[in-house]
């Protein structure tokens, strides 16, 4: 087929493994870890990412996210880590957004020193100081937008442009977004890096990751990975594309409800802030209705000085707590708590997380319902 498909279509069908002795309707799930050497146009085996439910579920996702090419990984930190370590050697510096995912931030402070790979954090989510930080030996500018925890949005065109006036390579962690809700590749971004345990996935019970880009820097990345390792077993490669049939369902159903939320708490005087990329009062809600289709399912709130977190927390019924997000269910976290346990609060403060700062992932509950569980659960602290 050569015209484009929608994009349920692209969700339901793109990259099914064909059933074509019994005709099945759905992609067989192919277990073996042992393929033949002889007489075989491709040499499959687990690690090398290409056993037959690897290489056709990476075609729905390179279809999704509009690229030539992607790879599937175990978790989105192999994801993340095969890939940053793919484009990087000894001598090379990379330019980092400040307010990124923590087990990013880690795996860069923990990890870059040993390999002798230079990293500079920039000050804010605003391209100059991006562009402050450029040197000589600059090979990556690394953003994540919307961003984790105050879903700050980083200007991908403007990346773009500055990174290829210096030959540098962009990258994009597009996990709280979705290729529903954001093409990264429509603004020039070169490489996208998805946590598929999060939206891709769906439904809390996959670990997963993925890369898309083109053919020439997924082959790249794949040399890497084939060392590192980070390959997905074939049943959660098969959960997860049935999980991708009903990706932009959810996904636009969870970004309706997230709208609705997000005016409802800017409206509730117990809230004393609303971070969401779709509201007028965000800081760069522009930027946001430029580059994105949807404003996502993600937002924060800061709870009044006087209401606890954890007891606000503590007291809701529907809405769970939990360390993850983007779930069919509504979850909570404490940043404070949680991914940011490990910053100072210096660091915290610097970066805007407050201890009653709560990150909201919304699911595909009906608001009014959501609503009511938030007003008990203030009402019984008060
Ligand atoms: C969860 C997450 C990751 C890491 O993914 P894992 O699947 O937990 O390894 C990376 N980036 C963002 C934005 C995330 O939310």
């Known amino acids: 087929m050569n015209k484009k498909l929608g994009i349920n279509t692209t969700c339901v069908h793109t990259g099914e493994v064909k059933d074509t002795q019994f005709k099945g309707a759905i992609s067989p799930i192919f277990m073996a870890t042992s393929y033949a050497f002889d007489g075989v146009d491709v040499k499959r085996y687990p690690r090398y990412y290409n056993t037959p439910n690897q290489e056709m579920l990476c075609k729905k996702i390179a279809a999704l996210e509009q ?36 087990g990013t931030y ?12 230079e990293y500079s954090f920039t ?23 919307p961003s984790n925890p105050l879903l700050g949005i980083t200007d991908m065109q403007a990346i773009s442009t500055i990174a290829k006036q210096n030959n540098i390579l962009t990258m994009i962690d597009n996990t709280f977004a979705s ?30 990751g993925a890369v898309a880009g083109s053919k020439e820097h997924i082959e790249q990345v794949w040399n890497t990975a084939i060392n590192l390792g980070g390959n997905l077993s074939d049943q959660t490669v098969w959960l997860l594309e049935r999980s991708l049939k009903t990706l932009n369902l959810r996904v636009k159903e969870q970004t309706k409800n997230a709208q609705i939320m997000a005016e409802y708490l800017e409206g509730n005087s117990n809230i004393d802030a609303v971070y969401y990329p779709g509201l007028k009062s965000h800081p760069q809600h522009e930027i946001a209705k430029k580059q994105m289709k949807g404003f996502g399912a993600m937002l924060a ?81 008060q």
């Open 67 to 102: 690229t030539e090419d992607a790879l599937i990984f175990s978790s989105g930190m192999a994801a993340i880590s095969s890939t940053m370590l793919a484009f990087l050697k000894r001598g090379d510096h990379v330019v980092v957004q400040q307010v990124i995912y923590g």
């Open 106 to 117: 880690n795996f860069i402070v923990s990890e870059f020193d040993k390999y002798g790979i």
């Open 123 to 145: 000050a804010s989510d605003k391209v100059e100081d991006f562009i402050s930080l450029i040197k000589e030996n600059t090979k990556i500018l690394y953003i994540e937008t």
């Open 179 to 208: 290729p529903i809700n954001q093409i990264p590749t429509n603004f020039g971004i070169d490489i996208i890096i998805h946590s598929a345990t999060k939206y891709m996935g769906g439904h809390s019970d996959i670990s997963a």
């Open 301 to 381: 709130f800061e709870l009044n000085e006087n209401l606890d977190a954890m007891d606000f927390q503590r007291n809701l019924k529907l809405i769970k707590s939990s360390m993850s997000l983007a779930g069919l269910e509504s979850t909570t976290v404490s940043p404070v708590q949680t991914t940011h346990a490990l910053l100072s609060e210096e660091e915290r403060l610097e970066r805007g997380i407050k201890d009653g700062l709560i990150r909201f992932s919304v699911g595909i509950e009906e608001p009014e319902d959501l609503i009511a569980d938030i007003e008990q659960a203030i009402k019984s602290l």
